[in-house]
């Protein structure tokens, strides 16, 4: 099914599906929480599926899924979803503008932005920009 990515981008800002209130877009508003690698065409490694699965590669809809069932904590979607469809239409066309965030890669902390006990945070210039930061959605990791 081919996805529609305006209706992706509502998805993306949905909070109703999950079940802690967040969407995909409380930890990647303007771009945050991405790491440079998000830059790669998928599949490409990343590490949250590395250190959560064991997942060397990962495409697209599974990194949206595994976002789902972590720090969203939900159910994934139906992997033939026209959600799932749409959100991975929405991700693809962010990807593609996605420029790294100069900030990451400079903070000592860039290993995990949503650390609730981010020792970098009075001295990190981009914690303030961080919406992580307040909800913590990555605790689990």
């Known amino acids: 099914m081919k996805g529609d990515a305006t209706r992706g981008e509502a998805v993306f800002k949905d909070t109703q599906l999950s079940t802690n209130g967040l969407s995909c877009n409380s930890c990647h508003t303007g771009g945050a929480a991405y790491k440079a690698s998000f830059a790669q065409p998928y599949p490409h ?37 026209r959600e799932l469809a749409d959100l991975v239409a929405y991700v693809n066309v962010v990807q ?26 009075a001295k990190n210039p981009c914690a303030a920009r961080n919406p992580c930061a307040a909800k913590n959605p990555c605790k689990a990791y």
Do not use: F
């Open 96 to 121: 593609k503008g996605y420029k790294p965030n100069p900030c990451a890669a400079k903070s000592p902390c860039a290993a995990n932005p949503c650390a609730a006990r981010n020792p970098c945070a």
């Open 45 to 81: 490694p990343v590490q949250m599926a590395m250190d959560n699965y064991g997942m060397t590669q990962i495409h697209l809809d599974e990194m949206v899924q595994l976002c789902m069932v972590r720090p969203m904590a939900a159910q994934p979607l139906g992997w033939k979803s």
